[in-house]
T-cell receptor, first 113, second 114 residues
Framework: AQSVTQLGSHVSVSEGALVLLRCNYSSSVPPYLFWYVQYPNQGLQLLLKYTSAATLVKGINGFEAEFKKSETSFHLTKPSAHMSDAAEYFC???????????FGAGTRLAVHP | SAVISQKPSRDICQRGTSLTIQCQVD?????MFWYRQQPGQSLTLIATANQGSEATYESGFVIDKFPISRPNLTFSTLTVSNMSPEDSSIYLC???????????FGQGTRLTVV
C-alpha cells in the first residue's frame, strides 16, 4: 500500500538555522511527491514538487528537497530559517495517473529568535 | 494556476442539521476533490467529484453522509449531512488543471458542530 511518513510532528529551530523536515514514502510505482505548507487558518500552498525529472527540486521561499529512491525519502530543507517559515508542512504522494494525493501526518515547524 | 474560493469559510452548526459547502474555481479543471482535516491531523480524501456523474468515495465515506455535486467544470458542493460533533473539521476543496501536475487548494471551511 502507498503511504507517506513524516518523522517528527513538531520541529523547532532557531532563526537562521538549518531546517530539515523528513518525509519517507512507500509506493510500488514511481511516485510524484509534493511538499505543501499550511499557514494558520489558510489552505495549502505548494512549496515544490518532484515529477521524475531532476532529483533535487527547488521550490519557493528558499526551500528545496531531494528525491532519493534508494532511501525512499523526500526530505525538505532550507539553509536558514526565517520567522515567517513557522507553519505546518505536509509531504504528499501521488500515484501517476490517479490524481489522488496521499498526505503525511504533517510537521509543525516553530522558529524562535 | 487556479484560484479556488470556498464558502462559507467557517460555520457553527447544530447537531442533526446539514451544511453545504461551495467550491468555485476560476478556471475549468479536470479533477475536483474534497478533503477533511480533523483537528490536529492531516488531510484525508473524502471523494473525487466527477463532472456529470456520481462522485467516487474513499473507504470510510459514503454518499448519504457526504453528498457531492459537480454540475460543471468549475463548481462543486459538499454537503455534510446529519452532523454530529465528530464532523467538526476543516473541509478543503482541491482541483487539478489539465496542464498542471499540482493540486490547488481552497482556504477551507472550518466547521464546528455543537
Amino acid at each position: 500500500a502507498q503511504s507517506v511518513t513524516q518523522l517528527g510532528s513538531h520541529v523547532s529551530v532557531s532563526e537562521g538555522a538549518l531546517v530539515l523536515l523528513r518525509c519517507n514514502y512507500s509506493s510500488s510505482v514511481p511516485p510524484y511527491l509534493f511538499w505543501y505548507v499550511q499557514y494558520p487558518n489558510q489552505g495549502l500552498q505548494l512549496l515544490l514538487k518532484y515529477t521524475s525529472a531532476a532529483t533535487l527540486v527547488k521550490g519557493i521561499n528558499g526551500f528545496e528537497a531531494e528525491f532519493k529512491k534508494s532511501e525512499t525519502s523526500f526530505h525538505l530543507t532550507k539553509p536558514s530559517a526565517h520567522m515567517s517559515d513557522a507553519a505546518e508542512y505536509f509531504c504528499a504522494l501521488e500515484l501517476g495517473g490517479y490524481n489522488k494525493l496521499i498526505f503525511g501526518a504533517g510537521t509543525r515547524l516553530a522558529v524562535h529568535p | 494556476s487556479a484560484v479556488i474560493s470556498q464558502k462559507p469559510s467557517r460555520d457553527i452548526c447544530q447537531r442533526g442539521t446539514s451544511l453545504t459547502i461551495q467550491c468555485q474555481v476560476d478556471s475549468q479543471v479536470t479533477m475536483m476533490f474534497w478533503y477533511r482535516q480533523q483537528p490536529g491531523q492531516s488531510l484525508t480524501l473524502i471523494a473525487t467529484a466527477n463532472q456529470g456523474s456520481e462522485a467516487t468515495y474513499e473507504s470510510g465515506f459514503v454518499i448519504d453522509k457526504f453528498p457531492i455535486s459537480r454540475p460543471n467544470l468549475t463548481f462543486s458542493t459538499l454537503t455534510v449531512s446529519n452532523m454530529s460533533p465528530e464532523d467538526s473539521s476543516i473541509y478543503l476543496c482541491s482541483a487539478r488543471t489539465p496542464m498542471n501536475t499540482e493540486a490547488f487548494f481552497g482556504q477551507g471551511t472550518r466547521l464546528t458542530v455543537v
